[in-house]
T-cell receptor, first 115, second 114 residues
């Protein structure tokens, strides 16, 4: 079974530029998550989708971050404009559903460096 | 609000030695508890989880964890560490009231000396 795919794996941009990350979840998984992992910290949930609807985006900085999940499969996370403090690893995860017993499967992440 | 504390940022053990990684949580009720491992350049992998029942939980790769309600702890253990266990370990807590939003600790970096 293929795992969660993410691209690109690495990205370096200047501050105030825009950037987009892509995630392809495990086939059939209804729930998709985007996490931000700053160096030295644990992952922090940015947004959770159930199919193509948003379940939780309470920690998403909506003035600069946006995410979509078209057709309830792939997802993109965009930052515009980027700030220095956005330097982090962005992890995508998916699970069969949103219940507590559903294990979340994580992708390898995209490491973003903002200069 | 729920929170997780991992007091040890770095731990170094010799190969073959036993391991215990500490995790303390703050939650209004008995939470769902998880341990994940993250190897360099890879995503997180679930080692084990506790929902209810037996407080000693067995996981993959020979790991186990014990839930102690009186101490609000969920420490991860392994009797004999292998060099391949070198990685970062995260404890996480999830809500029991519905949903699976996870709150992670800051992680413990494990180094294994040969």
């Amino acid at each position: 079974e293929a795992g969660v795919a993410q691209s690109p794996r690495y990205k370096i941009i200047e501050k105030r530029q825009s950037v987009a990350f892509w995630c392809n979840p495990i086939s059939g998984h209804a729930t998709l998550y985007w996490y931000q992992q700053i160096l030295g910290q644990g992952p922090k949930l940015l947004i959770q989708f159930q199919n193509n609807g948003v379940v939780d985006d309470s920690q998403l900085p909506k003035d600069r971050f946006s995410a979509e999940r078209l057709k309830g499969v792939d997802s993109t996370l965009k930052i515009q404009p980027a700030k220095l403090e956005d330097s982090a690893v962005y992890l995508c995860a998916s699970s069969p559903g949103g219940a507590a017993y559903n294990e979340q499967f994580f992708g390898p992440g995209t490491r973003l460096t903002v200069l | 609000a729920q929170s997780v504390t991992q007091p040890d940022i770095h731990i170094t053990v010799s190969e073959g030695a036993s391991l215990e990684l500490r995790c303390n949580y703050s939650y209004g009720a008995t939470p769902y508890l998880f341990w994940y491992v993250q190897s360099p350049g890879q995503g997180l992998q679930l080692l084990l989880k506790y929902f209810s029942g037996d407080t000693l939980v067995q996981g993959i790769k020979g790991f186990e964890a014990e839930f102690k309600r009186s101490q609000s702890s969920f420490n991860l253990r392994k009797p004999s560490v292998h060099w391949s266990d070198a990685a970062e370990y995260f404890c996480a807590v999830g809500p029991t009231g519905g949903g699976n939003k996870l709150t992670f600790g800051t992680g413990t970096q494990l180094k294994v000396e040969l």
